[in-house]
């Protein structure tokens, strides 16, 4: 939704059974129910601009169930930690890059199950801003093939692709036909990746998370209630850098 029709963000807590939730409270012109996210960052809570504090509050009590056992999903997710010493694991696809350190004019290159790294001075900044850099171009070229390859397989006219750098999302697509995916989703498995992409792909036909839209989404990835768990229980691997 567009920032404009932001009209408040505070930060606020409430008791939820017997815990003291901290809680971000967003309000929007326009908008006409309550919606509950929880993720990395803790609980988010949409509410319209008319809607009373107390009121909020009370429908969040009637979903406490699910906020508490959401909340304590999260705590038990622990998102790695990137480490950028020789011999360090990056996640690739899946699977896994061995980190090899130089010293020389600042570059990366992929050598089979090896990541080669030169930096001036090997300081943990430089070999990150090198590793990071790789991953995009690699991304632009992988994500970029299977858009195009999956929107063919959907007889879906090809949109306009472009890079991302989120963190808090995989992908995301608009009218104008453009769809936007991390290169952070280069360190999951293919499957998941294309999982991602056809998701973005039926947006393209339902702009919603309708009937309509998961019935596309099945048409084109007929077992993406299993991918779509795997990645909802590991995303956090992916989010490491």
């Not at 090809?158 to 360190?187: D, Q, Y």
Request: aromatic share 8%; charged share 30%.
């Amino acid at each position: 939704m567009p920032t404009r029709d932001l009209v408040s963000r505070d930060l606020r807590r409430m008791a939820l059974g017997e815990e003291a939730i901290d809680y971000v409270l967003v309000r929007r012109r326009g908008r006409r129910g309550v919606n509950f996210k929880v993720d990395e960052s803790g609980l988010t809570v949409s509410a319209p601009i008319s809607m009373s504090l107390a009121q909020v509050e009370a429908l969040a009590r009637d979903s406490e169930r699910w906020i508490l056992k959401k909340v304590a999903e999260w705590r038990h997710r622990q998102v790695p930690v990137a480490a950028w010493h020789e011999g360090a694991r990056l996640p690739f696809l899946g699977g896994g890059l061995a980190l090899r350190l130089f010293t020389g004019r600042t570059g990366a290159e992929r050598e089979k199950q090896e990541l080669w790294v030169r930096t001036p001075a090997g300081t943990a900044a430089q070999v990150q801003r090198a590793v990071v850099g790789w991953y995009k171009r690699a991304a632009k070229e992988y994500l970029a093939e299977r858009l195009a390859r999956l929107s063919s397989q959907a007889r879906i006219a090809a949109p306009h692709f472009i890079l991302s750098s989120a963190v808090g999302r995989w992908g995301s697509c608009n009218s104008r036909r453009e769809v936007r995916l991390t290169w952070r989703l280069m360190k999951a498995p293919p499957e998941l990746i294309d999982y991602v992409v056809c998701h973005e792909l039926a947006h393209l036909r339902h702009m919603d998370h309708s009937a309509a839209f998961w019935a596309e989404v099945e048409r084109q990835c007929p077992d993406y209630r299993a991918l779509r768990d795997r990645l909802q229980s590991t995303d956090h691997l992916y989010r490491s850098f």
